[in-house]
């Protein structure tokens, strides 16, 4: 599951536990962003970003971080993360890629997205405000590719594109950056730590005594 985690909060964690849960998954990997292609203006460095992440999974045994993209001086590609993957993991083992719906109608965005189901499958995941719609590219594409039973995720490596609905959270980073630039708190949208993170490194706007 990769994102710009900008910053991480309970929408992220959620969806990933559930993904792990329903699939049987060992592990679900959050992927931060390095330098996010289609974002001008992250909110903060990559390193927070990263360590926020980190902090925010620090005590869930399922979920875990793949720093790469943090650590690459190439720009966050996809394409780039989803091939080094799979160079790592081998021709045979499945991969899916996790995004939520708004991020799905966007991909005939991403650079050689359609590269992407030669290397993993993709799980679309429902998110308030987003459903799935027939948008143009993306409608051939899902009718094209999508599977009925979650079972091919796990014995095929790649090539499947999922929709699916899980526990509908309407948190966003977008939200949680306005409410701690105007004063308020995002208090239980995102874990403790990472507010405590914010704080304290003055993160967002935050401002002390606020
Ligand atoms: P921003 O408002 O800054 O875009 P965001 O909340 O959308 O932040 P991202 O880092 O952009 O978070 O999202 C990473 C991935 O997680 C994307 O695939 C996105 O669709 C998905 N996602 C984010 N929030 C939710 C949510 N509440 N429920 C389901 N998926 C989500
Ligand atoms: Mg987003």
């Known amino acids: 599951m990769g994102g710009t985690f900008d910053p991480v909060h309970h929408g992220h964690l959620r969806t990933a536990l559930e993904i792990q849960q329903w699939l049987q ?3 679900v990997t959050m992927i931060p962003s390095g330098a996010p292609v289609h ?19 620090a005590d869930a045994a399922s979920l875990c971080v793949d720093a790469r993209e943090v650590n690459s001086s190439k720009p966050s590609y996809s394409a ?29 965005q991403w650079k050689d997205w359609h590269t992407f189901l030669s290397l993993c499958h993709i799980i679309a995941v429902a998110r308030p405000g987003y459903r ?25 490596p790649c090539g499947g594109v999922l929709i699916h ?12 950056r306005e409410l701690i630039s105007q004063g308020q708190s995002p208090r239980y949208l995102m874990p403790d730590q990472v507010w405590e993170y914010i704080k304290q490194h003055q993160l967002y706007g935050y401002k002390r005594g606020k």
């Not at 081998?90 to 719906?101: A, F, H, L, S, Y």
């Not at 609905?165 to 949680?176: D, H, K, V, W």
């Open 165 to 176: 609905e899980l526990t509908p959270l309407g948190i966003s980073a977008t939200q949680i």
């Open 25 to 27: 998954l060992s592990q």
């Open 39 to 57: 974002r001008q203006h992250p909110g903060c460095s990559a390193e927070h970003r990263l360590t926020m992440v980190r902090l925010a999974v």
């Open 80 to 108: 780039l993360t989803l091939a080094s993957l799979r160079d790592e993991l081998g021709p045979e083992r499945p991969i899916c890629m996790v995004m939520g719906m708004d991020a799905y109608l966007t991909l005939p």
């Open 132 to 156: 799935y719609q027939p948008v143009a590219q993306m409608d051939e594409f899902t009718r094209q590719h999508a599977i009925k039973s979650s079972h091919l995720l796990t014995e095929k």
